[in-house]
């Protein structure tokens, strides 16, 4: 199984760096890097950090989005490190959260992110693609095809089964629980039906939050921001009566600005019942009973774990690569 490790550019790219070389000596497959620049450090110029501070951690947007960057933007931007790291590089995409919030604009519509896709990788393979402007363009200095996989992240049923058409992989955005898992695989199967795929021409990846303490109530704690922010991009329709009245209020009170705090204001309104729905908390050993689950399913061929984001000047993200080490691997 691999397992992948999702980072938050919160904090300098130097603090990022070491994360990666930590997460590449525990053993980790790859990083994911959060892209939302108004509270984050810029994506492609952390990555290309990492990528030059590692050798064989896989190197991923985690995820980027449309609108926020040109599709030629981000076909360049992923070309140049896989350049630079041989090879290493993946792309996540989706239709937007925080990003674009932040700015005043909404998730772009599903038939925008799937021409954005198609045309992002038209130009990894070095051809031309037409742009919205009516004008057509190619990566002048990519003298070969840059085969860098493209994965969908997605919480809600209509894009997850939209996603298995469009993309190299899907990234089940939508918990933790067995029963969560099922559903967005099932999904996953509906979606390669409609677009006449196979199941081996995509890879199937589980986002988790994880937060791992001796104390089970601190490491509830750890996830709760997290667990606030799947919930928010959820379709409220999904809910019903207590669940469904929380979704309606972290809708209200959710501040696109904090989307990146620890233990933002809002996080307080996530009831501890929907925690072990959402993330994987507890003690070392119940992360590594949870995990070693999630690693045993033949449908996935990824996790990637999402812990609590540090701040400048903690060690929350050091101690929890260490600690997920020690659980887990």
Not at 263 to 280: N, T
Not at 292 to 308: F, G, T, Y
């Amino acid at each position: 199984m691999r397992i992948g490790l999702a980072l938050w550019g919160t904090e300098p790219v130097q603090s990022v760096v070491r994360y990666a070389r930590m997460a590449e000596e525990a053993g980790f497959e790859s990083i994911w890097l959060v892209d939302t620049h108004l509270i984050c450090r810029e994506l492609y110029v952390t990555l290309a950090a990492c990528a030059t501070a590692t050798t064989q951690l896989k190197l991923a947007s985690g995820v980027t989005v449309p609108l926020t960057r040109h599709p030629s933007v981000t076909a360049s931007g992923l070309a140049s490190l896989h350049e630079l790291s041989d090879g290493r590089a993946l792309g996540g995409i989706s239709t937007g959260h925080s990003a674009l919030r932040n700015i005043g604009h909404k998730p772009v519509r599903i038939t925008e992110l799937a021409d954005y896709i198609a045309t992002v990788r038209t130009l990894l393979r070095g051809e031309s693609a037409r742009f919205d402007s009516g004008t057509d363009g190619a990566i002048s200095w990519l003298a070969e095809p840059a085969e860098v996989p493209l994965h969908v992240a997605a919480t809600g049923p209509v894009l997850t089964r939209a996603a298995a058409g469009m993309a190299d992989g899907v990234i089940m955005l939508r918990g933790a629980a067995p029963h969560l898992i099922d559903e967005g695989v099932a999904i996953v199967d509906q979606g390669l039906e409609d677009s006449q795929r196979s199941r081996d021409e995509i890879e199937v990846t589980a986002w988790v939050y994880v937060g791992i303490d001796e104390d089970p109530l601190r490491a509830h704690d750890q996830v709760r921001a997290r667990v606030a922010a799947v919930l928010r991009m959820g379709d409220v329709a999904r809910f019903e009566g207590e669940d469904r009245d929380v979704v309606n209020r972290l809708r209200a009170a959710y501040d696109m600005f904090a989307h990146a705090d620890s233990m933002p204001e809002h996080a307080s309104l996530v009831p501890e019942r929907m925690l072990d729905r959402y993330a994987v908390a507890g003690t070392p050993d119940l992360v590594r009973e949870r995990i070693a689950s999630l690693a045993a399913d033949p449908r996935i061929d990824r996790i990637v774990v999402s812990p609590q984001i540090g701040a400048p000047g903690t060690s929350i993200t050091s101690d929890f690569i260490t600690a997920f080490a020690d659980a887990v691997f």
